[in-house]
């Protein structure tokens, strides 16, 4: 019954919401229609901010934090990147490339270029709606308040708002469903790899987890260690093997730039699976309007709203323009030949043992490994001001989310590959859905801080 109801929603959000006349009938979902028309209205009303800004944007990164209380520019960019990087680079560009070809990764591009102006107004609204954590310490926020303070303005006086619960519920949901995509995929590339039966990958990864997230602070600190090594050493290995194959590049990109216009797609009817696979996996990635990143741009200690909605803007960049690619070339450039028929972690692993032999394997294994479990240290982070706001301030309620995510995570193992992505896709769609309630009406709050931001440099 779970499962009917998880799929009819999935549907609802994910299935056609209209056919275009053409080819035989392209669907579009409402989700496309959603992401697409935000991510356009916020790029123009920011004035290309992708473009304008980008040195802005490095320089937010850079600055230190001088306060004792909060995170810094780069440890926001560090949660945000585990989990943006664990799942959405490796395990959702497979996914992509899988169900869409070679066509989803230009529209994953297209994604995250729109929705970095996204990531901007909900970072900085996030900022600026952010409250003192009287548990954890520090700063705490996300969607749920600045949507709580939106319905305040609007007259309401219970102590939650409808709209607002319902985002931080749609979240805990989401989270939970990429709890089970971790350990699906990590058990199985340990099967590929080594022959690791599910099961018992899937109780050490729980049992590891558990270690870390049951204790009070633990969650940053190791993800300040892990992402930074883990990511650059994905990032050299995959760009050797684009460097030593850069011949074949011109016919991948040729590839992935016919199969998402639909020049061979549209006369199979196929258009509409790129395009729905490479926007879903392009949100599942860059997180961009999804409310997630702006749980972590809330905690950190800035002087100045903007530039962290820069920093999270810079952050949808990075994980899929940058490292997203990467992993996207590394399928495409093998021969399809070999790759034909694969799908999930199998896909992934077969073409890295083309470029690497055995070790590849092994190295795609270990590396998703890290990934997923930054990932889901980065997911219980979120989940802390979301819990917060539905159950107040207690240490029960934390943990008994932890424990739930961590139920999630031993499930997951043992679950059918499409059915724990349904319910990862359901959360962020419904998620996105509450968020952008508040998004319109706060983000002109969001552009005046970023006019005086700018008027502010013209005058130094």
């Known amino acids: 019954m779970v499962v009917n109801l998880i799929e009819s929603l999935?549907?609802?959000?994910?299935?056609?919401?209209?056919?275009?006349?053409?080819a035989g009938g392209i669907g579009i979902s409402f989700m496309v229609v959603l992401l697409f028309s935000a991510g356009i209205w916020f790029t123009l009303r920011t004035r290309l901010l992708p473009?304008?800004?980008?040195?802005?944007?490095v320089a937010a990164v850079c600055e230190k934090n001088h306060a004792r209380e909060g995170l810094s520019s780069f440890q926001t960019l560090i949660i945000s990147t585990a989990t943006r990087v664990g799942m959405g680079n490796l395990v959702g560009v497979v996914a992509a490339v899988s169900a869409g070809g070679a066509g989803a990764v230009f529209w994953m591009w297209v994604t995250a270029l729109l929705g970095a102006s996204t990531a901007f107004i909900e970072s900085t609204l996030a900022q600026m709606y952010r409250q003192p954590d009287p548990l954890y310490g520090g700063w705490r926020g996300g969607p749920a308040y600045y949507i709580h303070a939106l319905a305040q303005r609007r007259g309401l006086q219970r102590k939650r708002s409808v709209v607002a619960a319902l985002f931080a519920l749609s979240g805990l949901i989401c989270w939970c469903g990429i709890s089970q995509v971790i350990s699906n995929s990590v058990s199985s590339a340990f099967e590929n790899a080594f022959q690791i039966p599910p099961l018992a990958t899937t109780v050490v990864l729980t049992?590891?987890?558990?270690?870390?997230?049951?204790?009070?602070?633990?969650t940053v600190k190791s993800l300040d260690l892990m992402v930074p090594v883990m990511a650059?050493?994905?990032?050299?290995?995959?760009?050797?093997?684009?460097?030593?194959?850069?011949?074949?590049?011109?016919?991948?990109?040729?590839?992935?730039?016919?199969?998402a216009l639909g020049l061979r797609q549209v006369a199979a009817g196929g258009f509409g699976a790129v395009l729905m696979n490479g926007v879903k996996r392009g949100l599942f990635s860059n997180e961009a309007g999804s409310g997630s990143a702006p749980c972590a741009a809330a905690a950190a200690q800035c002087d100045d709203p903007v530039k962290m909605g820069l920093v999270q803007a810079l952050g949808v960049l990075i994980d899929t323009v940058v490292i997203c690619s990467c992993t996207a070339f590394i399928m495409l450039l093998a021969p399809q030949q070999l790759t034909a028929g694969l799908s999930g972690m199998d896909l992934l692993q077969t073409a890295m043992e083309y470029y690497l032999g055995s070790f590849g394997t092994v190295f795609i294994a270990i590396t998703l490994a890290l990934f997923s479990?930054?990932?889901?240290?980065?997911?219980?982070?979120?989940?802390?001001?979301?819990?917060?706001?539905?159950?107040?301030?207690?240490?029960?309620?934390?943990?008994?989310?932890?424990?739930?995510?961590?139920?999630?995570?031993?499930?997951?193992?043992?679950?059918?590959?499409?059915?724990?992505?349904?319910?990862?896709?359901?959360?962020?769609?419904?998620?996105?859905?509450?968020?952008?309630?508040?998004?319109y009406p706060l983000s002109s709050q969001a552009l005046r801080a970023l006019a005086d931001y700018e008027n502010r440099k013209k005058l130094r």
């Open 10 to 22: 999935y549907r609802l959000l994910w299935g056609d919401l209209f056919t275009l006349p053409v």
């Open 51 to 57: 473009v304008r800004l980008f040195r802005d944007m």
């Open 207 to 218: 049992a590891l987890a558990a270690l870390i997230v049951l204790r009070k602070n633990a």
């Open 232 to 259: 650059v050493c994905y990032f050299v290995i995959t760009v050797g093997i684009v460097a030593v194959n850069f011949r074949l590049l011109p016919e991948v990109f040729r590839r992935i730039f016919a199969e």
């Open 373 to 439: 479990f930054s990932t889901f240290l980065g997911v219980l982070y979120y989940a802390r001001g979301n819990v917060a706001y539905l159950c107040g301030d207690n240490w029960w309620s934390q943990t008994l989310y932890k424990v739930i995510a961590l139920v999630m995570l031993l499930v997951g193992g043992t679950q059918a590959y499409t059915v724990v992505w349904d319910l990862g896709d359901v959360g962020i769609g419904l998620m996105t859905i509450f968020n952008m309630i508040a998004l």
